[in-house]
């Protein structure tokens, strides 16, 4: 079965500095990995994807992940930081038969 | 705007009500998600549509919970008979059919069951 894991509930930046969300998936066959972000009482808005090709892939608002085969690891990461980046991160697997499967999520806290 | 639309955006109930929720999903999109997301945890598949068929059903899709999309445009999704383990934030989502073709979320409907 297809799986991610974010193993940190919250993580802490001050601005200006690089961040990084962890997420580490489980999948039988070729992963398709998605990051989400989510704002207070909104939807989740799209950052980015990896389906193929180059393990760096670059996304919206100046986030990027890296996927690393041999660790299982589709790690989030920004260089900077903003105080408006303070936000919920979803990481998601697709499966089979089309639908995401999240991870729980991890709360980035940016601070000025 | 062209993205996902839901309504209402927060519903309140009573237990044993019936409520019902309506997806508009981007107008090219021919798949339809629905997701249900409790605090504190990731988003949970309910069901799909491509066009108007039905593909698959989650087991957390009880007998009480119907979802249609009759004419392979907008959506609904009912919830029957609703107990208060129904409150939650549901959320839609479309896409285009393909691999690697991501989702785009609705900003959700809050239902709070009383």
């Known amino acids: 079965a297809q799986s991610v894991a974010q193993p940190e509930d919250q993580v802490n930046v001050a601005e200006g500095n690089p961040l990084t969300v962890k997420c580490t998936y489980s999948v039988s066959g070729n992963p398709y990995l998605f990051w989400y972000v989510q704002y207070p009482n909104r939807g989740l808005q799209f950052l980015l994807k990896?389906?193929?090709?180059?393990?760096l892939v670059k996304g919206s608002y100046g986030f990027e992940a890296e996927f690393n085969k041999s660790q299982t690891s589709f790690h989030l990461k920004k260089p900077s930081a903003l105080v408006s980046d303070s936000a919920l991160y979803f990481c998601?697997?697709?499966?089979?038969?089309?639908?995401?499967?999240f991870g729980t999520g991890t709360l980035l806290a940016v601070q000025p | 705007d062209t993205g996902v639309s839901q309504n209402p955006r927060h519903k309140i109930t009573k237990r044993g009500q019936n409520v019902t929720f309506r997806c508009d999903p981007i107008s090219e999109h021919n798949r339809l998600y629905w997701y249900r997301q409790t605090l504190g945890q990731g988003p949970e598949f309910l069901t799909y549509f491509q066009n108007e068929a039905q593909l698959e059903k989650s087991r957390l899709l009880s007998d009480r919970f119907s979802a249609e999309r009759p004419k392979g445009s907008f959506s609904t999704l009912e919830i029957q008979r609703t107990e208060q383990g129904d409150s939650a934030m549901y959320l839609c989502?479309?896409?285009?059919?393909?691999?690697?073709?991501?989702?785009?979320f609705g900003p959700g409907t809050r239902l709070t069951v009383l």
């Open positions: 989502a479309s896409s285009l059919a393909g691999v690697g073709n991501e989702q785009f």
């Open positions: 990896y389906i193929t090709g180059d393990n």
């Open positions: 998601a697997v697709r499966d089979p038969k089309n639908k995401l499967i």
